[in-house]
Structure formats: C-alpha cells, structure tokens
C-alpha cells in the first residue's frame, strides 16, 4: 500500500507536535506519525521505540493510532501506557530504545494533543519535525512490515529510581501537592508513601477535563488552590506540576510563589557544592539575579535560548549537572539523566528544604536580591513580521550603541536593569520581560521596549497589572 499524508500546517511546532483534536489533529496523522518516524529510527538502524500517553480523553485512541503506524514501520514498540512524559523519557533512557513518543498536549487546554519524541537518547525537534512533514507527504517511508507491541510496566522502577537520589534525611517536612488531574498523579500518590513527613495530594485523579483548575503553574491563578492549602496546613512547602509533570510550579512556606528562576538559585547552589566552578544554564527569559547567584556560588552562568530541547542539547554538549527555564522545566544531569522532569525535581527541592534545618525557604527567597519585574507579556504579531521587528529592533539598539545580547531575540542590559524582546517559535506572537530595581528604573525600562515597537510599527504590549516584586 502506497502511504502519503498531509498535516495540518498549523501543528508542526518547534520542539513537537500539536493541535486541535478533531480540527487539525486526528488518528490519522497520529498514524503517519509513527509511520514516519519509525522509518526515521529504522533507517538509523534502530529497532524499538518507547510509547506513552497523558491522561487527556483522546490520548488512548490516539496512542492506538501511532502504535499501528510505528508498527507498520517494522518498530517493536514498547507501551508504557498511561503517565507523566518524564516517565516515558526514563524508559527512553534506560531500555536504550531507538526512539521514544510521547502523546501529551502539555498545559494545553482540554481538547488539544500532541506528540512529543526523542531519537536514542537526544530531543527530536526543529528541522527534524519539519522533514517529518515532508516525508509524509512524499510517502518517504520503509516498505511495509508487521512489527510487535508489548506492555511494559515501568512505574515501579521509576519510582525506585525518584527515591534513590532523596538526601533529606528522615525531616518530616509537610507538603502539599497539587497535580491538577495531570498525568502524574498515579505515580504522584506511590511517591508520597516513599518519602519521609506528611504529605496532601491536591487534584490526584487523572483527569483530561482538568475540573479543578488548568494544568499551567506558570499562571498564578492555578496555585490559588495550593496556595490556600499550604496556608490552611502551615506547610513547609506546596508543588504544582503542569499536564504531563515536565514542569514545576512552586510556593514557599508564606504561600509565595517561587519563580523558576528563583527555584533554579535554591537548585544551582546545592548542585555547585559538589561541582565547584560547573557550568549552570538558564533560558534569557530569566532573572539577572539568577546569573549573578550562580556566579557567586562559584559557578559559571550560561543563557540560553528558551526552549526544552534547546537547554537539553546545550546541557549536552556543555556537560551542564543543571538547567532550569523560567518555564518551570528544570534538567538535572547531576545524579539524574539531564531529561526535564517535575517529580525529580519536587524531591531534589524537598531534600534540599529538609536539610535547611530551621531555615525556611521563605527565607531563602526572601533574602535574595529584590527585583521588579513583570511576567511574560505575550502579544500578537503575524507569524510572517515577528522574527523581523526583533531583527529591526537589535539593528537599531546596535546602532545606537546599548548592550545588547542576541542569544535569544534581544536582551537589553542598562543602568535600570534589562528588557527582552524575542519571538516565540510556537505562537504568532512575541514576547516581552522588563526587570529592574526600581519602579522608576521598570517604568524606564517599559517606555524603551514600547518606543522600539513603536519604531517598527506596533503597539504597546497590556502593562497593566504586570509589575511584581520577584
């Protein structure tokens, strides 16, 4: 049978694959996804790939879909079933498979999905999902085969595996977890009965309807629930995972939100003691705070683009122990496998807070170097002008002679602090972040991001509400 598929234009991203199901996602392109992709891995001279899905409605049938697709491919797929994507990424890692996907629509809403994937051991992303498009559509594919599939159930190593990297001792900490029906929560309720202290799972239950809140921890308003838990508790802590458990959401002992870069010092200085002078990265969405901290803990800062497959390549070829994202994925390489996973990253935070003895981690927080900032502004921009107006916009800074550094859009060091600029690689918009230690200083900071846009044609990005104290 002669095999030919088309995608939807809209659904290959940068880092995976997703869309609207019933829309512009549906079995069928979860079919020539594997297809394609398990010609890639044969070709590669791999065998077998690792399958998983989140606890979204239409994962099942999906998963069924690509399944039949890697099969028809000659893959001998291994399906995990359903759980958190850093589960399916220990498999990836330790079965030594030839590639490995996941199908998760993330912090997404309900009624989306996607795919996320790795080939051997590194992210598959970028040009590689574009070509996937391409084979696709040429029917670019091995002959047609009958692969195997069989269930693997792998929870109770992961699980293992979590619990052996606890250095907190026997502190009885109180925790209060929040996994907002994602797909850990599982996993989630066996890792609380392993760890010392008393714990509160919030919204354990997988379910792809998100009843209690939206699976983001990036967006205060789904910590409310935590937050008002771990003020109900007198916790020591509260941790909220996204969809699929990839990323960390944290509040400290108060109920104050714990930024990623904010977690990523607490992280960087722990990780440092034991790897003097090691190269710690973090994505130019960060605070400076976080790269002066690193600095000071006798590390060496790195910036980075944003993006999940981006920091794991560079950890990569760096030799990075830890990466973190504003985002909230954390990667740690130092005991763990330089893959972004929130439950790993939950327990390394908790034996970190358990060895602080009568410190608690508002303290921590709260003695770092106080910043104003606003949250990530987002605002539209035609997918066909965003990478330009960034390019104009470094042209013009350059010309005028500011500190400006391209890692990543533009990021503009002055006096005041620093103001980013860069354009997302999933969304027709671009994204803003000004931060300063002043409200004037922000307020400075803000007029030169709004004069630039202006420069090029747009409008100011919604300020309103975006100062806050970091």
């Not at 999906?62 to 958190?84: F, K, Q």
């Not at 205060?220 to 935590?226: I, K, R, T, V």
Request: hydrophobic share 45%.
């Amino acid at each position: 049978m002669i095999f030919s598929h088309h995608f939807d234009s809209t659904i290959l991203r940068e880092y995976d694959i997703r869309g609207i199901v019933g829309e512009t996602l549906g079995e069928a392109d979860a079919f020539a996804i594997g297809r394609c992709f398990g010609s890639i891995v044969a070709r590669a001279s791999g065998t077998s790939v690792a399958v998983g899905y989140d606890g979204r409605l239409s994962s099942p049938a999906l998963e069924t879909a690509l399944v039949a697709g890697l099969r028809a491919s000659g893959m001998d797929v291994l399906r995990i079933g359903r759980g958190p994507t850093p589960m399916l990424y220990y498999v990836a890692t330790t079965h030594e498979t030839g590639g490995a996907i996941m199908i998760t629509g993330s912090h997404n809403p309900a009624n989306y999905n996607g795919f996320k994937m790795m080939l051997g051991k590194k992210p598959f992303f970028g040009t590689h999902i574009r070509d996937l498009g391409i084979m696709a559509a040429a029917g670019d594919t091995v002959a047609e085969t009958t692969g195997s599939a069989r269930s693997i159930d792998i929870a109770e190593a992961y699980l293992n595996r979590l619990v052996q990297d606890w250095d907190g001792g026997d502190r009885a900490l109180k925790v209060v977890w929040d996994n907002g029906n994602g797909a850990a929560g599982d996993v989630l309720n066996e890792l609380v009965k392993r760890l010392p202290g008393q714990h509160t799972v919030l919204n354990g239950t997988i379910d792809g309807t998100f009843p209690a809140h939206h699976p983001d921890p990036t967006v205060p308003a789904n910590l409310q629930q935590l937050i008002a838990e771990v003020h109900a508790q007198k916790a020591d802590i509260g941790i909220a995972f996204d969809g699929d458990a990839d990323r960390i959401g944290l509040v400290d002992d108060t109920g104050a939100i714990m930024f990623g870069d904010q977690l990523m010092v607490v992280l960087a200085r722990d990780v440092l003691r034991t790897h003097p002078g090691a190269t710690i990265i973090a994505d130019v969405k960060a605070s400076q705070v976080l790269f002066d901290e690193i600095g000071k803990a006798g590390g060496t800062p790195m910036m980075w683009k944003t993006g999940h497959s981006l920091i794991k390549s560079k950890m990569a070829e760096t030799g990075s122990p830890l990466a973190g994202e504003m985002s909230g994925h954390i990667f740690f390489a130092d005991k763990w496998y330089g893959f972004d996973d929130a439950l790993y990253a939950g327990v390394r935070t908790l034996g970190i807070v358990a060895r602080l003895g009568a410190t608690k981690l508002s303290d921590v927080r709260q003695a770092l170097p106080q910043v104003i900032n606003t949250p990530e502004l987002r605002f539209d921009c035609d997918d066909r002008r965003k990478f330009g107006v960034v390019q104009e916009v470094a042209e013009r800074l350059k010309a005028a002679g500011a500190t400006v550094s391209e890692t990543d859009g533009v990021r503009v060091l002055t006096d005041d602090g620093w103001w980013l600029l860069r354009s997302s690689n999933t969304q027709a918009v671009l994204v803003a972040r000004c931060e300063a230690s002043s409200d004037a200083g922000l307020d400075r900071l803000k007029a030169a991001l709004v004069a630039q846009l202006a420069a090029s044609g747009l409008a100011a990005p919604d300020f309103s509400g975006a100062n806050a104290g970091h």
